[in-house]
């Protein structure tokens, strides 16, 4: 390693943290205002034009909050967390590709990376719950534990699929296999799965069980506050921004569907803009999802991880795995696909609302109590 | 002795991993032990990817920071210690001290006694890899699933509780 | 100059950290973590020949597979052996390892 390529891994990681921070800017704004138009508000109005400088004077205020320790939290640990959160968040964008050309390293095993790197994360929840010495905290860290090791294996199923379809694991090379047909169109089971595990591994609505407010006031990061509290919002809306970027790259064709007309940095140009357009579809889909739906409970998330996404996501392997086995041309696996799909959803509209288990939930009325 | 940037990284890599080990040995609380675990398996990742296996690497940073870490920590809520923060080591740990060092020594003593071959690292594909896994060692691979299944349900059934009982 | 002697001491080393935590550890959780020290110890030798010895291909390919193999019977023995951690405490209340004498002499 020499010193231009040290110099070269610094630039491009500081580039990558301000192309980060600026996303996360431009998101937290673009969340703010979807919801309010869902719920018939205006939103921020009053910093900048129709609020869009709001993010930055956010970002200062947080800043220049006071950082608080509970005087019975673990300090090491607690102080540990909010990096061992953001890390993992910042590490997987080391190989995702913005445009043909513009990644900062293209790995020959990108997904499996991307996979192995983004489990690491749930450490820094839990850690967070532990060292705050808060029970709320600690029954918050618990929960993302829970949810995140569960919906982890439908992740991974959904993007094995993929990976089985494009024969290589590189994203770039994922994205020009697609150069054709995107993805979306032949694995649409593949894409519902990613999309509902994505969801559920970042925590957002109607998955935020582990920082629920009404029931655990914030989970893992009731006790952070100012600059520590921003990292970890920082680390959640990169990984926001990371789950769509994927589903663009993987589902959506990234920049190689429709195929690009130029060569060169007009050809980088256009790819970046076409990529975005695509991931911020992504996300507004996302947020509109955060505005519409309800929150799960507990048992009702566990029964929707483990009893549907699971079984699910094997049976998609192996229809892929059958497809590619007989050499049966692709729309049969679309076919296959979109009458799983419509089975899952029938099941769904059947089961909505999962009939409470005995013993799960106790409910007393206000009567019984007083007597 | 020559210093190169993989000596400057494997020194770093060891440093996590004996540093993390010794915490999990010496640490009086068990949730620092747990995370000092998780702290050595990383280096040891890193070890991996110095001797240019990144695909071990990575599958040791899934199974180990992912899940291993994860179970423990699970395991230590579920038992609710009362000495939690407070552990004390077993009387014959001078004992114990005096066996592991010996073991170090003997073992080091063998290892810089035996002349090695110079020889560079040799990387090995992971497409290679795949093809040796998934055909020389297919049998083996299966056994192996097998084996996983069978303690995962023998791990339900221990700690299950029958509804009534308990 | 990286040899496989540093790979060889690094997992000695760990090797030998592991049989204090397994000998001198009161606690059942405690002597587990070593154990997984002990098994990454020899993981880290394997890949140190993997990497350095004067192999085949396929050879070097089963020296990671064995690796593979550890990580995946590594993974099985944890669960089983914390499944029956957790069930010795439901028995007897605690998970020391001193306490479970039941067999001694």
Known sequence: MTLTQGIYIVIGAAALLVFLSMMTLALTWLERKTLARIQMRMGPMRVGFH??????????????????????????????????????????????????????????????????ISVLSVMGLVMAGWSSANKYAMLGGLRAAGQLVSYEIPFIMAILAVAMLAQTLNLREIVAAQSTFAYALILPLSLFLFLTAGLAELGRTPFDIHHAESEVVGGPFVEYSGAHWAVFFLAEYINTFTIAA??????????????????????????????????????????????TYPRLRIDQ???FGWKLLVPLSFVNIVLV??????????????????????????????????????????????????R | MII????????????????????????????YAAFGLLASMVGVAGLFLIALAEFLAL??????????????????????????????????????????????????ATII??????????????????????????????????????????AVVMVRTSRGRD | MLELAHFQVISAALFAIGIYGVLARRSAVLVLMSIELMLNAVNINLIGFAAYGDFTEGQRALGQVLIIFIITIAAAELALAIAIILRLYRNRSSVNVDDMNLLKW
């Open chain 1, 51 to 116: 609020g869009a400088l709001q993010p930055i004077a956010d970002a200062l205020k947080l800043v220049s909050k006071e950082d608080i320790l509970p005087s019975w939290a673990d300090r090491r640990i607690y102080w540990l967390a909010p990096l061992a959160v953001f890390v993992p968040a910042f590490l997987l964008w080391v190989t995702i590709p913005v445009a043909r050309d513009v990644a900062l390293a293209n790995l020959d095993l990108g997904l499996f990376y991307i996979v192995a």
């Open chain 1, 246 to 291: 994927l589903t663009a790259l993987l589902f959506l064709g990234g920049w190689g569907w429709p195929t690009m007309p130029f060569d060169g940095l007009a050809h980088s140009a256009l790819s970046v803009l076409w990529f975005m357009v695509k991931t911020y579809a992504v996300i507004l889909v996302i947020f509109w999802i955060r505005g």
């Open chain 1, 301 to 303: 998330l566990m029964a």
């Open chain 1, 321 to 370: 795995g059958a497809v590619l086995f007989y050499g049966l041309p692709l729309w049969v696996l679309s076919l296959l696909s979109v009458i799983t799909l419509a089975i899952t959803f029938y099941i769904i509209v059947r089961n909505a609302g999962t009939r409470m288990e005995r013993n799960t939930v106790s409910v007393y009325s206000a009567a019984s109590l007083r």
């Open chain 2, 4 to 31: 190169t940037a993989s000596l400057v990284l494997f020194y770093v890599a060891g440093a996590i991993t004996l540093g993390g080990a010794l915490v999990v040995v010496m640490s009086r609380n068990i949730v």
């Open chain 2, 59 to 108: 599958a040791q940073l899934l199974i180990y920071g992912g899940a291993v870490v994860i179970v423990i920590l699970f395991a230590l809520m579920l038992t609710r210690i009362e000495d939690f923060e407070n552990l004390s080591d077993h009387p014959q740990w001078p004992i114990a001290a005096v066996v592991a060092i010996a073991v170090f020594g003997v073992i080091a």
């Open chain 2, 113 to 154: 006694g035996t002349a090695a071959p110079e020889s560079e690292r040799v990387s090995l594909s992971f497409t290679a890899l795949g093809s040796s896994l998934f055909t020389e060692w297919a049998i083996a691979f299966e056994v192996a699933s097998l084996i996983l299944l069978v303690a995962l349900i023998g």
